[in-house]
Structures are given as structure tokens and as C-alpha cells.
């Protein structure tokens, strides 16, 4: 941003989940870190793994409410939360953590487009789902598998031990490296647009 001289561009940091969750709060971050700017566009892209589900629709509330600009656009993406392709990061995901932990990925982001078109803040926007296919593959196995820690949260989230550690690699050494098949994750893209004017889907 110095570099290139970009004026209107700051970095604001800080966690959502306390910044953004409440009213009271959404109005101080408002205040004092927005200058009382309304935005036009915000974005989760992968962050809203860090909130439960049930408090997506609050969220969503606030920064609709008191964020957005008249005509603003909220942008949020996010992993499928299942697929039955061993070749996805959801398989994979809900196959290991499911496995050693009980979990399975419950964050849907077509379930969240229901819960928008179904409540009256939001009746005057228009809510679009669509989908994308990301592949990845990389020849250097240690930086394929730091991209499976990262899909599979470890250890941030689950914290694997060395025996679950150790079939975890050998179901990616022999199934993708070895194969050389890549790593597919499936995503959905909800773009909320406020106000008149809105775009062609297509």
C-alpha cells in the first residue's frame, strides 16, 4: 500500500466475533475504525469458518444494518460442507475429523441463503448462490500436506496424534502424490446485493 501510494486502503485489525456480533459493538467499530463511512463491498472469503453457524444470521444483521452501504454487496465464500468425491477437501475433512473426532463440516452456505431470504431485514436484496471447482496439485509433497494440515485444522482446531498423524499422510502419499491426482475443493460463492440496480446474474 506505501508502496503504491494507495490512500484509500487501510487495514483494520481485529476479530469479527466481538467486533461485529452485537449492535452496541458494530456501532463503536462503525464509529471509531470506519469514521462513519458506510461500505460498499465486504467480504468473508473463508472467514466465516471462525464463527459458529448460528450466529452467521446475527452477523449478517449487523453489518447489513449498520455497515453496508445503501447499495453495498456482501461477498462470502466458503468450502462445500460435504461432497462424495475422496478426491475433496470436504471428504477429506469429514472422513479424518469425523473419524478421530465425531466432527463433520456443518457450515453451509445455501443453508445461510434460506435463512436471508426468509427474514424481513433482507427482503429488499437480492441473495445469489453459486459454485466453484479450485484445483490443486504441487509436485513437493511436504507443501501439499501443509495445505491438508491447514483443510484437515491442525493443530490449531484438532490436534491429531502421531498414529492418526501418520495415516493421514500415507492416504495422501498414495492417494494423490503417488497418483499425482489432484486436490479438488468444491466452493460456494453468496453474494448478497442491497438496494435497486442489481446485476445480471448471468
Known amino acids: ?87 475433496t477437501t470436504s471428504w477429506l475433512y469429514n472422513h479424518f475429523a469425523g473419524r478421530y473426532f465425531g466432527i463433520t463440516n456443518d457450515q453451509s452456505l445455501p443453508a445461510l441463503k434460506r435463512q436471508l431470504e426468509n427474514h424481513p431485514e433482507f427482503r429488499d436484496a437480492r441473495i445469489i448462490l453459486k459454485s466453484s471447482l479450485v484445483r490443486f496439485f504441487v509436485e513437493d509433497f511436504e507443501k501439499l500436506m501443509k495445505v491438508v494440515w491447514m483443510v484437515l485444522l491442525y493443530p490449531g482446531v484438532h490436534d491429531y496424534s502421531e498414529d492418526q498423524k501418520e495415516q493421514i499422510v500415507s492416504f495422501v502419499y498414495d492417494n494423490f502424490y503417488l497418483k499425482k491426482k489432484p486436490l479438488f475443493q468444491k466452493q460456494h460463492h453468496l453474494i448478497l446485493y442491497r438496494g435497486i440496480g442489481f446485476p445480471d446474474p448471468a
Open 1 to 87: 500500500m506505501n508502496r503504491q501510494n494507495i490512500r484509500h486502503v487501510r487495514t483494520i485489525t481485529g476479530d469479527y466475533n466481538h467486533l461485529l456480533r452485537q449492535p452496541e459493538s458494530v456501532k463503536t467499530f462503525f464509529r471509531q475504525s470506519l469514521d462513519n463511512r458506510k461500505l460498499d463491498l465486504i467480504t468473508l472469503h473463508h472467514s466465516l469458518y471462525y464463527c459458529c453457524m448460528a450466529d452467521w444470521l446475527p452477523l449478517f444483521l449487523n453489518i447489513h444494518k449498520q455497515l453496508l452501504a445503501r447499495t453495498g454487496a456482501i461477498h462470502a465464500v466458503l468450502m462445500s460442507p460435504d461432497s462424495r468425491d475422496r478426491h
